[in-house]
């Protein structure tokens, strides 16, 4: 779990990155309006896909390059970044399997498949349990905490739509929170996997293993 450990650089470069988030949604709302940044198929919605899609290729990368309960978080990631992907991503019906995704099927066959195999890596990888029980207790994933509470603030914004000056004005708020909550996570996604790789690099050279390098 060392590769999930971060530092104060970590920190810096994170909220760096959601403020340039955040001044790029009001970009788009200055230049589109509310209504046009944050609807379906707008531009927070596809960059919110983008940012998913690569915290997705990039945490395979890290499981790949990983053991133990380094591995197993990444690999967590990866079917949690499925399930936001596949939430937001929103396809125009115009067939058979697209009319599908937009079914609640789709959605109690998406439940089955990733309890199908999440549960069974679970099973089998019980004992690494407490190292992600020392990971929690130690604060050290406030990453999964900022993020978490993003999202809290955009289910908190789509609840208080009726109550803003214009409708459109609580869904850009609710769009805006959740693609700065993925944005924590593809933050976390590029520093695990270049931990990762260092510490594969560090393996492969016969080397002593030593705590990964963190962003300080």
């Not at 999930?4 to 709302?29: C, E």
């Amino acid at each position: 779990m060392n590769t999930f450990s971060v530092g104060r650089r970590f920190a810096g470069w994170t909220f760096m990155a959601l403020a340039v988030t955040l001044a790029l949604a009001f970009a788009a709302a200055g230049l589109l309006g509310y209504e046009a940044a944050s609807i379906e198929e707008g531009p927070l919605e596809r960059a919110q896909e983008v940012v998913l899609a690569l915290s997705i290729f990039l945490f395979v990368g890290a499981a790949i390059y990983q053991r133990g309960a380094g591995r197993m978080a990444s690999f967590g990631m990866v079917l949690l970044c499925i399930v936001f992907f596949l939430r937001e991503l929103e396809l125009p019906v115009s067939g058979p399997v697209t009319a599908y995704l937009h079914t609640d099927t789709f959605r109690l066959h998406e439940t089955i498949a990733l309890l199908a195999l999440g549960l069974p890596y679970l099973a089998l990888r019980w004992r690494l349990i407490p190292q992600f029980w020392a990971y929690a207790v130690s604060l050290r994933g406030w990453p999964f905490v900022l993020s978490a509470a993003l999202v809290g603030l955009g289910a908190a914004a789509e609840a208080m739509v009726p109550h803003f000056p214009v409708w459109s004005m609580g869904v850009f708020f609710e769009e805006t929170f959740e693609t700065m909550a993925y944005v924590v996570l593809a933050c976390l996604a590029v520093h695990v996997m270049m931990a990762a790789f260092q510490q594969y690099q560090m393996q492969a050279a016969g080397t002593m293993p030593q705590p990964v390098t963190r962003l300080r």
